[in-house]
C-alpha cells in the first residue's frame, strides 16, 4: 500500500501518478477514462456549477477530481492539505439516493472528510460553495 502523501507537493506526484485522476489545476491534463455517462448540456445547471466549483477550486489551490453517475448527478473530491472534501453536484431538485446518503454518511463519520451536497441553479447552494472553497482550515 501507497504512503499517505505528506506535502501538497507530495499529494499532487501521488495524484498524478493514478491515470484515474485529473488534477483541477491542470488544464491540459490527459483525458481520465469515465464510465458511460449521460451527456451534460452547454446549459445544464449542474455544468455550470461545476465549471464555477473547478474555477474556485483551482484559485485557491484544492486539487481534486470528479466523475459524472448517470442519473445520480456529478461527484467531486477535492483535497487542500489536511482538508478533505467530497462534494455531491445534483440538479436543482433531485434528491440523493439511499445509496448516496449512505456513502457521504459513512464519510463523514470518519472525521477527516466534510461532504456537502449543492445543487446547480439554487444560489443558496452556489454562495455555501463559495465560502466553502475560499476558506481556510484552522
Same mark, same amino acid.
Not at 456513502?103 to 456537502?116: I, P
Given at each position: 500500500?501507497?504512503?499517505?502523501?505528506?506535502?501538497?507537493?507530495?499529494?499532487?506526484?501521488?495524484?498524478?501518478?493514478?491515470?484515474?485522476?485529473?488534477?483541477?489545476?491542470?488544464?491540459?491534463?490527459?483525458?481520465?477514462?469515465?464510465?458511460?455517462? %449521460?451527456?451534460?448540456?452547454? /446549459?445544464?445547471?449542474?455544468?455550470?456549477? +461545476? !465549471?464555477? =466549483?473547478?474555477?474556485?477550486? @483551482?484559485?485557491?489551490?484544492?486539487?481534486?477530481?470528479?466523475?459524472?453517475?448517470?442519473?445520480?448527478?456529478?461527484?467531486?473530491?477535492?483535497?487542500?492539505?489536511?482538508?478533505?472534501?467530497?462534494?455531491?453536484?445534483?440538479? %436543482?431538485?433531485?434528491?440523493? /439516493?439511499?445509496?448516496?446518503?449512505?456513502? +457521504? !454518511?459513512? =464519510?463523514?463519520?470518519?472525521? @477527516?472528510?466534510?461532504?456537502?451536497?449543492?445543487?446547480?441553479?439554487?444560489?443558496?447552494?452556489?454562495?455555501?460553495?463559495?465560502?466553502?472553497?475560499?476558506?481556510?482550515?484552522?
Amino acid at each position: 500500500m501507497d504512503r499517505m502523501p505528506q506535502t501538497t507537493a507530495q499529494l499532487k506526484a501521488w495524484l498524478a501518478a493514478r491515470p484515474q485522476v485529473q488534477l483541477v489545476e491542470e488544464p491540459g491534463a490527459r483525458p481520465t477514462p469515465r464510465l458511460p455517462t %449521460r451527456p451534460l448540456p452547454e /446549459t445544464d445547471e449542474e455544468e455550470a456549477l +461545476l !465549471s464555477e =466549483l473547478r474555477t474556485l477550486a @483551482k484559485q485557491h489551490g484544492w486539487v481534486g477530481e470528479h466523475s459524472v453517475h448517470p442519473d445520480d448527478g456529478i461527484r467531486c473530491m477535492l483535497v487542500r492539505g489536511s482538508e478533505v472534501l467530497v462534494v455531491q453536484v445534483l440538479r %436543482r431538485n433531485q434528491k440523493l /439516493t439511499m445509496a448516496q446518503q449512505t456513502w +457521504l !454518511s459513512v =464519510l463523514e463519520h470518519t472525521g @477527516k472528510v466534510e461532504t456537502y451536497i449543492w445543487h446547480g441553479g439554487l444560489r443558496t447552494d452556489h454562495a455555501a460553495m463559495q465560502e466553502r472553497l475560499t476558506r481556510r482550515a484552522g
